[in-house]
């Protein structure tokens, strides 16, 4: 069992952390600054605004020595990423939701073009109606651009993932832009016990970025993005696919290292009470802490209750998923969004697809939560568990938590 | 050192752009890429909006730069030259890039300029970065079969802009961007055209020689979209500027300087009718809006003589 929570009382690991106090986008924040990039483009948008403001603050009292791009919108922050790491540079940015949206047309640029940007995503609903708190509607709608994506839970995690995406961004067989996610106001705004790692060891652990095809190389000149068609563009796709595919392996290798030297372990999964259990719920993100307090609660009551949570969305680890919900009979998916107008929402699909390619077809059971910052208390994802276990309850769409139905 | 603007320095050069492209015959815009980039004399860095110049020229696995390119996408030119520009700062800062810094340039149409990349390119601007923009005007989308842009002078016949029996061709007069980035006060603006390229090329050298950014819109007559024939271009060019459609001019550091003044200023009609996309104003019937169309040009070449202090 891993777990992304450092353990009390576990040995300490060669290079330990200072305990701070500080909210996630502010710890993220510090993970830029320490891993040093040559070019960071942001707009400030809620809630991720934090981010970049704690990062003009380091760039204005030169803590750290990155080229600040003040862009005038979230689609000209990734524009300018593109260039500075076309360039040969270390680039990083930040935006939440409406931000992500409008960058849409560059995510895929980014990626096609195998660009290690690393984006700070900070969740955020999508208009319309407007509204600037936590769902994942945003980074649902970037799965299929070509970025791999990591989820953290806590602001531990977001400051760990910031740092490793680094490392899988730049990793050579990887070579793809990789986005950190977290749940807006639940980890950005919100301040936890946390460990601050040295600067001199998180600058170590990521190491020198020493780019292919550096458009900056004027000895050997290159053209960026070029015109393809039907005779190179398939094939441009496939290889982007390969580094998708290799992003697995990478996400494990930066995992291992971290854990090595810093102590804290994470996988492409993290799983609470899963090998005996006979009713789970799949999740990501933030929700997993209160989900862990129902299923402590359910197995003190005798229900073999367990939890998966999915901290590497993209790639989707399929295989992983199906072995580690091989013996649960009964199993439901918790998506913070919706997918209008589909078989089902983003992230049960991508259960359901697992299960059903890594022949564990157990049937799947899918609620939404959380839509644009409701909250949802430890009793509705309880009354889920519950209906799981009820033989009348059926696969797909089940319904929302905490929704008020028309009378 | 900036190369000696004379034809025998400049046959001498190497071409940063390669023959073998896919440009049409008789498209101004590999000549003016080609004195551009001659005028430099210090190694370029490119950025490419989308359009003809981006497609026609590197069409993968071939490539006709010379010189390191880089397309992103249609509207964001300026935004990734900035970044590039941000990195080489980065870099140069921790000595991971030596040698004579390049010249940063941006080419894109009055598409990817006026329309879809305006905002892009003012936050560019603004920013300071130091970059060269030239824009490639052939007053409509060409790459996409000669729609409108607000390039396009009013009365054009264009594919969006069709002569129907209601409406006479584009309704609207154009917007004016090269005052529009004057007005974000950076050190070099001005307006060329490939026809006078010892003017261009000057420009050109000045621009690249500023510390900020620098801004040249030149006139790119393009055949297939204005319906003249190939061999014409320069003619036009140089009509262009003789009937004050498009004055060559330049602000630099805030002081606007007429380049070209024509002897005698010919009368719009020889403009129009050089070409097809105006054929229909030659009908006695549509003289009221030849009509307009030549106020249009003599009231902004006043202003222009005026902002010039040589009204």
Redesign the interface.
């Known amino acids: 069992m891993t777990t992304t929570i450092a353990r009390r009382g576990t040995k300490r690991p060669p290079v330990p952390g200072t305990p701070v106090a500080m909210n996630g986008a502010a710890l993220v924040a510090h993970a830029m600054r320490q891993v040093r990039p ?2 960071v ?1 942001a707009y400030p948008i809620t809630p991720q605004t934090v981010i970049t403001e704690t990062f003009s603050e380091f760039v204005a009292n030169g803590r750290v ?3 600040f ?5 979230e ?2 922050a990734m ?11 270390r ?1 990083q940015t930040a935006t939440s939701g409406p931000g992500l949206a409008l960058m849409w ?2 995510l895929g ?1 980014a990626s096609g073009l195998r660009l290690p940007i690393v984006m700070h995503l900070c969740t955020r609903a999508l208009s319309a109606p407007i509204d600037i708190l936590c769902d994942h509607s945003d980074a649902m709608a970037m799965r299929e651009t070509g970025w791999v994506m990591l989820v953290g839970e806590n602001v531990q995690e977001a400051y760990d993932n910031a740092i490793m995406a680094v490392k899988i961004a730049e990793d050579p067989r990887v070579s793809l832009p990789v986005a950190n996610l977290l749940d807006g106001f639940v980890v950005t705004h919100c301040m936890e016990r946390a460990e601050l790692l040295p600067d001199d060891a998180v600058t170590e652990f990521v190491g020198e970025y020493s780019p292919t095809h550096p ?4 000895q050997h ?8 068609f039907h005779d ?1 563009y398939m094939e441009h796709r496939r290889q982007q696919e390969e580094g998708m595919a290799n992003a697995k392996q990478a996400v494990e290798h930066a995992a291992r290292e971290f854990a090595s030297l810093f102590g804290r372990s994470y996988g492409l999964l993290d799983t609470y009470q899963l090998e005996d259990a006979e009713v789970a719920m799949v999740v990501i993100g933030s929700a997993a802490g209160t989900l862990r307090m129902v299923v402590d609660g359910l197995r003190r009551e005798g229900v073999r209750a367990g939890l998966l949570r999915v901290r590497c969305l993209r790639p989707f680890p399929s295989q992983e998923v199906a072995n580690a919900l091989k013996g649960v009979q009964r199993i439901g998916v918790l998506d913070r969004s919706l997918a209008l107008g589909a078989a089902g929402e983003p992230l049960w699909s991508d259960v359901v697809a697992a299960l059903a390619t890594h022949g564990a077809g157990h049937p799947v059971t899918g609620w939404v939560y959380g839509v644009g910052g409701r909250n949802t208390p430890p009793g509705q994802f309880r009354q889920a568990f519950l209906a799981l276990l009820d033989p009348a309850t059926q696969p797909g769409r089940a319904g929302y938590l905490g929704l008020r139905e028309r009378r | 050192m900036p190369a000696a603007l004379t034809l025998r320095a400049l046959t001498a050069q190497q071409d940063q752009l390669a023959p073998g492209h896919g440009l049409c015959a008789g498209c101004s815009e590999s000549i003016i890429v080609r004195q551009v980039l001659a005028a430099l004399g210090r ?1 370029a ?1 490119v ?2 909006a989308t359009g003809c110049l ?2 026609a020229t ?4 071939w ?1 006709a ?9 249609f ?2 030119a300026a ?6 520009e ?6 140069a ?2 000595g ?2 030596s ?1 004579e810094p ?1 010249v940063f340039v941006v080419f894109a149409g009055d598409g990817a300029t006026y329309d879809i990349g305006l ?2 390119l ?2 560019a601007l ?2 300071g970065h130091r970059f060269l923009y030239v824009c490639l005007n052939n007053e409509g989308y060409m790459n996409t079969g000669a729609q409108r842009s607000s390039a396009t002078i009013q009365g054009t016949w264009t594919t969006t802009t069709p002569v129907g029996t209601v409406v006479p061709g584009k309704p609207q007069w154009r917007k004016d961007v090269t005052a529009i980035v004057a007005a974000h006060h950076i050190p070099y603006v001005a307006q060329a055209a490939p026809h006078h390229w010892k003017d261009l090329m000057a420009k050109v050298q000045k621009a690249a020689a500023k510390q900020g950014p620098a801004f040249i819109n030149v006139l790119a007559p393009c055949n297939r979209g204005w319906r003249f024939e190939p061999e014409e271009t320069i003619r036009l060019s140089r009509l262009a500027a003789d009937t004050c459609v498009w004055p060559l001019f330049e602000v630099d550091e805030g002081a606007w300087k007429l380049s070209y003044r024509p002897a005698q200023k010919r009368p719009i009609v020889d403009w129009l009718k050089a070409q097809g996309r105006f054929s229909h104003l030659l009908d006695p019937q549509r003289q009221d809006l030849a009509l307009e169309v030549q106020s249009r040009v003599d009231q902004e070449w006043q202003q222009l003589l005026s902002r010039c202090g040589s009204g």
């Not at chain 1, 000149?221 to 393809?228: H, M, N, S, Y």
């Not at chain 2, 935004?79 to 590039?84: H, R």
């Not at chain 2, 941000?86 to 870099?91: F, G, P, Q, V």
């Open positions: 040559d070019v483009a020595h990155t080229e791009v003040p862009v005038e919108s689609h000209a524009s300018a990423c593109i260039g500075a790491a076309c360039a040969g540079a680039v047309e560059v640029i458009l900056l190389d004027l000149p290159v053209t960026v993005g070029a015109l393809d190179y | 190694p860095v950025a490419l981006e497609v590197t069409r993968y696995p490539t730069w010379q010189v390191p390119t880089v397309h992103n996408a509207e964001n935004t990734t030259i900035s970044g590039v941000a990195a080489y700062r980065a870099l800062r921790r991971k890039v040698g390049p905002q892009w003012s936050g603004e920013r």
